[in-house]
């Protein structure tokens, strides 16, 4: 029957049909107990939530989806007649997959399911990009921030102390705490009514005792401090830009997703996370598969490339090339990627920070000769350095200074020094120098332009996680969650490409009727379609 309604097949047929399913219930023994009641099939489950991201159905529309839909039936080997499961199965299941690894064990099985069939290998070519990732959290202002704080602190009272409220709140709390805050654009009384949350929120973290304080609470406490210190006179009063503000990176931008961080990047500015996605890329006909996401905190992306490393390690899926921009390289990856993984890491390192770098003017690092042997350093106009500081001084740098009286009488002086001090010229190690002096060279190879140019191509993933599949913003609070979202996203994404270049199914034709065997015995012509002709 499914046959019969989708003759070409659906992306949910496909995994069926070619990988006879990506999960075994065996393959999530681990993740339940061994005693109690029988749960529903957790491969099915696995599947469900996939093709769920693969048509961006909500749960109740991915739940109506296994009752109502053929091919969900095909795909999960259920009965015509199975009703299914209630929609809040599928939030219970993406709680289990946030513990510990397992959304990224939940990729590796797919993977291996996917390796085994021959359709991804080790030792290709791969590439990486990131993108900024919008908490599910609502951006909020100060006083937004606050009061909201005050409210679920107050909330999750409610339900575990309430006899502790009983003295504090009345009829102005009720007002001011009663329903989710929603402020206009320009709030009356801002600085008043900011003053007033945080008198509140300190009296409210005063009466609770330590027994009594959830997370909510905890957050609050938080965020008060953040936002909050006592004057001179044991006053609480807000913080402003002369007493210092925590950095984006510590600072809590809503009580309800306390992961979520604000970072700017160039002209971008959001709350949220970073996702980093990696895919194959060995060829422009073979079918480019995601091998690996993550989920992180706005930082480096440098930081995010030893854990992509290992997980494809674990996975059997390292490439021999790895290409990434410039955000991912330095002279120590390149070196770790080597030494550690045998990957030749294609990507530019950045040039170095100094003015002279920067206005393209004066003698740049390049322009002085290195002598590692006799640990010297010559200046273009002929003069040695007098004095070698290797690490720990300015570790992991080794610090060369010329002596002021050959710097003073130079001509070329301004072109190499400022003010009154003479020439510093810092370097890396001897092998990651000539690492990152070759890696600068390279750039400007043909032969290395046009290898790299193939890192481009990640964008295009990157628009499709985003836009067709609605990755931009968070569906969920905390990156655990965020990061279930990107890996079933990373998933159904293969396996549409997989299902959309798959060769087309043998067609099988029904078998002529005798009526039509005898009309094409005797050259008479019939319609083999009813809207033939129309």
Known sequence: MARASNPIGTTAMWVRDHLGGLWRDEDFAIWYPRNGRPGLSPAQLATVCVLQFLLNLSDRQAAEAVRCRIDFKYALAMELDDPGFHHS??????????????????????????????????????????????????????????????????????????????????????????????????????????????????????????????????????????????????????????????????????????EARRAIRGDTRWSGYLVHVTETCDSDDSVHLITDVATTSPTRDSQALPGIHKRLHARRLLPAEHLVDGGYTSAALLDRSARDHQIQLVGPVKASGSWQEKQQTGFTREAFSIDFEHRRVTCPNGETSERWFEPPAMAPYTVVRFAARQCDPCPDRSLCARGTSARTVNFLPRHLHELQARNRTDQHNPQWQRRYAARSGVEGTICEFVNGHRARRGRYHGVAKTHVQHVLTAIAINLERLAIHAPPAADHPRSLTAFQLYLDARGLTWESWWRQGK
């Not at 513990?99 to 064990?105: H, V």
């Not at 937004?144 to 409220?165: F, I, M, T």
């Not at 805050?181 to 330590?210: I, M, T």
Request: a positive charge.
């Open 89 to 258: 199965v599928l939030t219970d299941f993406r709680d289990r997959l946030c513990e510990d690894d397992r959304a990224d064990e939940l990729l590796s099985l797919a993977l291996e399911r996917i390796r085994a069939a021959g359709l991804v290998t080790e030792r290709g070519r791969q590439r990486t990009d990131s993108t900024q990732v919008l908490a599910a959290a609502g951006e909020l202002t100060r006083l937004e921030l606050v009061l909201e704080a005050v409210r679920a602190a107050l909330e999750e009272s409610a339900r575990c102390a309430p006899a502790v409220l009983d003295e504090l709140v009345d009829a102005d709390w009720a007002k001011r705490y009663g329903r989710p805050v929603r402020l206009a654009s320009q709030p009356s009384h801002p600085a008043a009514r900011l003053k007033q949350a945080g008198a509140d929120a300190y009296r409210l973290l005063d009466r609770l005792p330590p027994t009594a304080r959830g997370p909510r609470v905890e957050t609050l406490r938080q965020i008060i401090v953040q936002n909050f210190l006592f004057d001179t006179r044991g006053g609480l009063r807000p913080r402003t830009d002369k007493d210092g503000q925590p950095r984006g990176a510590l600072r809590i931008v809503s009580p309800y997703d306390i």
